[in-house]
């Protein structure tokens, strides 16, 4: 079975303090990593798709990276418009299944 | 831009009514999703359909259904509401069951 997991649950940062979010993932042959931005009372936004390790992709301050067990999203000098749930899916090899979703993470950046 | 529009942001309804939940997408996408999102438990699928008239059962079903009649279209169904159905709920779309999806604003649900 496809798993996901989300690590902090919760981080806080201040402004302008780098970091990276962790997505850790268990998946019969990978098909693809996702990355979505939530804000509060708002759907998921997408944000990155990831197809294999070694890739990375970029947007604004974030950068997502992959890995054959884990993907990591990095967030360089973060302000406090970047404070949103981060949530990570992805696709395995098992037909027209759906995506698998992590729990996500909180982040806080406190100006 | 793909554009996922459900019908209402928020509904309070009473223990046991009968509640719709609406979700139009305009990208022709053959995929659609419900989920519900609770405090700590993530997102959970609900059921999904891939083609009109379709349907499959998600991780839990149980104390709802789901209608498409037509491709841009698909309705989530509380037959009779209770508490514990209490919820933040959302709807995506695809183009493939394991592609990228979009949502929708969500539907935030009180159950009194």
């Known amino acids: 079975e496809d798993q996901v997991t989300q690590s902090p649950e919760a981080l806080r940062l201040q402004e302008g303090e780098s970091s990276s979010l962790n997505c850790s993932y268990t998946v019969s042959g990978l098909r693809g990593l996702f990355w979505y931005r939530q804000d509060p009372g708002k759907g998921p936004e997408f944000l990155f798709t990831l197809y294999s390790a070694g890739e990375e992709k970029e947007k604004e301050r974030l950068k997502a990276t992959l890995t054959k067990k884990e993907s990591f999203l990095h967030i360089t000098a973060p302000k406090p418009e970047d404070s949103a749930t981060y949530l990570c899916?992805?696709?395995?090899?098992?037909?027209?299944?759906?995506?698998?979703f992590g729990k996500g993470t909180r982040l806080s950046v406190i100006a | 831009d793909v554009k996922v529009t459900q019908s209402s942001r928020y509904l309070v309804k009473r223990t046991g009514e009968k509640v719709f939940l609406e979700c139009v997408q305009d990208?022709?996408?053959?995929?659609m999703f419900w989920y519900r999102q609770d405090p700590g438990l993530g997102l959970r699928l609900i059921y999904f359909s891939y083609d009109v008239k379709m349907k499959e059962k998600g991780d839990i079903p149980e104390g709802y259904s789901v209608s498409r009649e037509k491709k841009e279209r698909f309705s989530l169904i509380l037959e009779s509401a209770s508490t514990n159905q209490t919820s933040m709920y959302l709807c995506a779309s695809s183009l493939e069951a394991g592609y990228i999806q979009y949502f929708g604003a969500g539907t935030r649900l009180s159950v009194l």
């Open positions: 990208m022709d996408h053959e995929n």
């Open positions: 899916a992805v696709r395995g090899n098992s037909g027209n299944t759906p995506l698998v």
